[in-house]
């Protein structure tokens, strides 16, 4: 039942969480708005745990990241000083939590996208009147996804297995390495889209606007509900930020 | 003989699909032994395997006397070379020139040798005109020989070679014959393909495949 809602209904949820955790600045509403998107993403069940496996390789770098938006803010106490340098501050320290509560919001939003059939998600697009063009483009898109993927996989195993320790090489090196990886990608991917408009063009396959669908989506009183529950709880996320905190 | 991959018990399945079904195999150094059978029997998840790309569910595969498990994928890099079936995946630099020099590139090795072991095989696979094209603009042949060439720069023990055959001309099959067969005086080789004609021209050994399980395995 829950994984049935609309995907239009996700969207405009996915939509109200990335747009709070852009427009909030502080650290507790964002905190917030990330901890309603965790309940939210583990009622429609999405996969948490392959998000947490998929993002372990960049972890460190969001680390980094906040790290360093702690450290050049310059502004507000000094919390931590080294030979009478402020290394950090609680300016410093707000921006950088604020940060990565930002990323794990984006990536929330993921997962509950994520929960969606691709299918209706395009056809949630369209009855939205989103060009068809560009639903196409999305659909055709999510489909060369996991194709992609197996290639970059299978670059970055190609590279190891000319005896490069990835890990082992100084930075600069690693950086090359990955363009290494996704340049060949991409030159694929060009090539395989010129192949494929080639081949749905001699299907006589045109991207028209009006055209029927053997899927149409309704809403059902599920979806009225969980839109009624988004618009209210946005509007009190917004009041809290404005007049109480 | 000269025992190089040992696979013991090997159970495998990708996307809870049974693929190999207690492998029990052994390969040799001095020796061209060939994996034949249908689609879909598992020749290249075997190839994958011994590779380290694949990880089995049971089972162990020893390289020399240490257990794939215990070893990275570069450390099995540096011993065997693998061939994907399709050459595609495994060029990855803009030139041909970069592609075989890469390996050396990032072993730090001198300049000048890069560039003569680099010019002595693109004399060998006929590449000397492509040195500085574009790898994205290469023939299939042409890919599937570069791709071969860059293994080799490598300085393998052992080669698992998965449909070299598969676009190559009768003229290029001819090249790449006359190349394994000096090959294998130096290093151990399994070509896995479906060119019957082939695999009975190279091998000392054939091992036939069918449903994931080793039906067949005699001399040739």
């Known amino acids: 039942m829950i994984k049935k809602i609309d995907p239009r209904v996700k969207l405009l949820i996915v939509m109200c969480i990335s747009s709070l955790g852009l427009v909030f600045t502080k650290v507790s509403m964002l905190l917030t708005v990330f901890l309603i998107g965790l309940l939210i993403s583990r009622v429609l069940k999405a996969d948490l745990l392959m998000l947490l496996k998929r993002i372990r390789i960049i972890l460190y770098l969001f680390v980094v990241l906040v790290v360093i938006q702690s450290i050049f803010i310059r502004s507000g106490d000094s919390l931590v000083s080294l030979g009478g340098i402020t290394v950090l501050t609680t300016e410093g320290l707000g921006r950088g939590l604020a940060y990565l509560m930002r990323v794990l919001i984006i990536l929330i939003s993921g997962t509950i996208i994520a929960t969606c059939d691709m299918r209706r998600l395009i056809q949630g697009l369209v009855q939205m009147k989103l060009p068809y063009d560009f639903a196409f483009m999305t659909s055709i898109g999510v489909k060369f996804l996991p194709l992609l993927m197996e290639e970059l996989k299978d670059t970055l195993t190609a590279i190891q297995l000319r005896g490069i320790d990835i890990n082992s090489l100084p930075v600069k090196q690693r950086i090359e390495i990955i363009s290494y990886i996704f340049t060949p990608v991409f030159v694929g991917a060009m090539s395989k889209a010129k192949k494929l408009s080639l081949s749905v063009e001699c299907r006589g396959f045109r991207a028209f606007d009006n055209r029927t669908s053997i899927l149409t989506l309704k809403f059902s009183t599920v979806d009225y509900f969980a839109l009624t529950i988004t618009f209210l709880l946005t509007a009190a996320l917004i009041a809290a930020n404005q007049y109480f905190i | ?220």
């Open chain 2, 1 to 220: 003989m000269n025992d190089f991959i040992r696979i013991e018990k090997l159970f495998c399945s990708l996307n809870n699909i049974q693929v190999l079904r207690n492998i029990n195999l052994t390969l040799y150094k001095n020796e061209f032994a060939s994996v034949v059978g249908p689609n879909g029997s598992g020749k290249t998840t075997l190839g994958k395997i011994a590779t380290g790309i694949i990880k089995q569910d049971s089972g162990d595969v020893f390289i020399g006397d240490k257990n794939t498990r215990d070893l990275s994928l570069p450390e099995i890099g540096r011993k065997i070379g693998y061939l994907f079936q399709n050459p595609d995946r495994q060029i990855f630099a803009p030139t041909v020139f970069e592609e075989l020099s890469f390996a050396l590139k990032y072993k730090k090795t001198p300049s000048a040798i890069i560039e003569q072991r680099v010019n002595e095989i693109l004399d060998t696979f006929e590449l000397n005109q492509l040195k500085n094209a574009s790898t994205y603009s290469l023939s299939q042949g042409e890919k599937q020989r570069l791709a071969i060439g860059a293994i080799l720069l490598n300085d393998p023990e052992y080669l698992i070679l998965d449909e070299p055959t598969t676009g190559l001309d009768p003229k290029r099959k001819n090249e790449l014959s006359k190349l394994l067969s000096i090959l294998v005086n130096h290093v151990g080789i399994l070509l896995i393909s479906h060119d019957k004609a082939f695999v009975l021209k190279h091998s000392h050994r054939i091992i036939e495949l069918y449903d994931g399980s080793i039906i067949n395995d005699k001399k040739n």
